[in-house]
């Protein structure tokens, strides 16, 4: 596989959910049956779970809250985990492409089921050799503040001269440059990944930093040091955007398998231990 581009994945990402609606309900699939329930899971006996490298705490070196899902999805459905985690594509169209409903022309994939799909209307409609379904999370983005150097937080007006993180090439980055016509781009300072920037931030080396609650949540724990802030931009979903899953258009049977699986997930609490485990707190869409 190519150089991973986590970075572009991310912008037109961000691109897509600034730009249109965030459609967060559940896409039921088509009422036909699949002639053949074992061709669904193309493995033979194994579920092929595609999920992304360098997207912690969701997944990054085969670990993190969507691996774990997969894993505990395969059992649900009595087969054994395959994972292949793959590097972003220029958008994710190509990820559609490669990891669910063709396979990379390097010979990688395709999955049976994709992990950490945006159940975005828009993206159904340039996709329709995939199904996508099942949300399990609505990531936001949020403000987490040194409770030192930012006492309080009445709103945006507060960062005035302070140092803020953002992770380059990611929603945050994109609203916190522009918040403003640009009024704080002097003050913010760009890192590779969100994880980088919280960990300056716990070191003292910035005030604030923007980033999604999930990339919050795992590095920074519940440290009251550190609290949490909701946050008001022009043109940042407030809802946030839901998380789900792909599969195959004719693969109807194992969608429908998939999704009874996570509701059983959801509904024993095993689905909210799997993000517990990373420090994220679930949130059902």
Request: charge should be positive.
């Amino acid at each position: 596989m190519s150089k991973p581009s986590i970075s572009r994945r991310r912008a037109l990402r961000a691109c897509l959910l600034l730009g249109a609606g965030i459609a967060s309900q559940a896409i039921a699939p088509a009422a036909r049956a699949a002639a053949d329930p074992v061709a669904a899971t193309r493995g033979g006996g194994v579920l092929k779970v595609a999920v992304y490298n360098e997207l912690a705490p969701f997944s990054d070196n085969g670990q993190g809250i969507d691996a774990d899902l997969g894993a505990a999805l395969a059992a649900k459905l009595g087969l054994k985990l395959t994972l292949l985690p793959f590097s972003a594509g220029d958008d994710l169209n190509d990820d559609l492409r490669n990891m669910v409903w063709k396979g990379h022309y390097l010979g990688y994939g395709p999955a049976d089921v994709m992990l950490h799909v945006p159940v975005d209307r828009m993206l159904m409609n340039a996709n329709p050799q995939v199904t996508i379904f099942a949300p399990y999370h609505v990531e936001t983005v949020r403000l987490v503040r040194s409770a030192r150097s930012i006492p309080s937080y009445n709103g945006v007006d507060d960062l005035a001269g302070k140092r803020i993180g953002v992770e380059k090439v990611s929603i945050a980055g994109m609203v916190m440059l522009g918040e403003g016509g640009g009024r704080f781009r002097d003050q913010v300072h760009i890192f590779d990944t969100a994880a980088q920037a919280l960990e300056r931030l716990k070191a003292g080396q910035l005030d604030a930093v923007l980033a999604t609650r999930s990339e919050i949540e795992s590095v920074m724990r519940d440290d009251p040091a550190f609290p949490l802030q909701d946050v008001a931009f022009e043109r940042l979903p407030r809802a946030g955007w839901a998380i789900g899953m792909a599969v195959r258009k004719d693969d109807v049977d194992l969608a429908r398998r998939l999704q009874a699986a996570l509701n059983d997930m959801r509904a024993s609490g095993e689905l909210q231990a799997v993000f517990a485990k990373y420090g994220v707190q679930v949130v059902k869409p």
